[in-house]
């Protein structure tokens, strides 16, 4: 369990200092998951050829073989994919912000004051995250925890979908 504990500090300790993290992780619980249920499904399409009564008696444990799958992706492998979403971020960030400057200077050149686009830009960025941004920085952090723990849930259940339909229908 030591090795465990480990991976999982090295993938948290990638927050420390990077903005991106929060964002990336939640592209990374995506990617496994989409990992973790084509594995399963061809796990399913190799045993299905395979007709005798161990391969019979497995099938109704997939979703196990789905969890583990995830589980073990998270472990040996969950950092690494966290931190090429985190690079894919940044590389994001970096040519935004320079088509941003270049149009900056660009406008400032010809016209001698500040692209009226620019304003628009921050007017829109303060509507949609101000309040947010305002929040103390524990409370921002509880959020963003909790988002991404609602978001686990959520696509842990999107598995189950069709079973919860039914199950809240028969309560009706």
């Not at 990617?31 to 045993?47: E, G, Q, R």
């Not at 894919?88 to 200077?105: G, M, P, Q, T």
């Amino acid at each position: 369990m030591d090795f465990v504990t480990w991976r999982i500090k090295q993938l948290l300790a990638l927050q420390n200092g990077n903005r991106n993290f929060y964002i990336a992780l939640l592209l990374s619980i995506k990617f496994m998951m989409m990992c973790a249920t084509i594995a399963t499904y061809l796990a399913i399409l190799t045993l299905s050829d395979i007709d005798n009564s161990w391969s019979n008696g497995v099938m109704p444990y997939m979703e196990l073989h789905w969890l583990a799958v995830i589980v073990i992706l998270t472990i040996f492998a969950g950092k690494e994919i966290v931190q090429f979403h985190m690079k894919i971020f940044d590389w994001l960030d970096e040519k935004f912000r320079k088509a941003i400057d270049s149009y900056s200077v660009k406008y400032w050149k010809k016209h001698k004051k500040d692209p009226p686009v620019m304003d628009k830009i921050s007017k829109y960025q303060n509507k949609v995250f101000g309040k947010f941004l305002k929040m103390p920085a524990k409370k921002r952090r509880a959020m963003l925890i909790s988002m991404v723990i609602v978001y686990i849930f959520y696509m842990g259940l999107m598995r189950y979908e069709d079973k919860l339909v039914v199950f809240l229908e028969s309560l009706l």
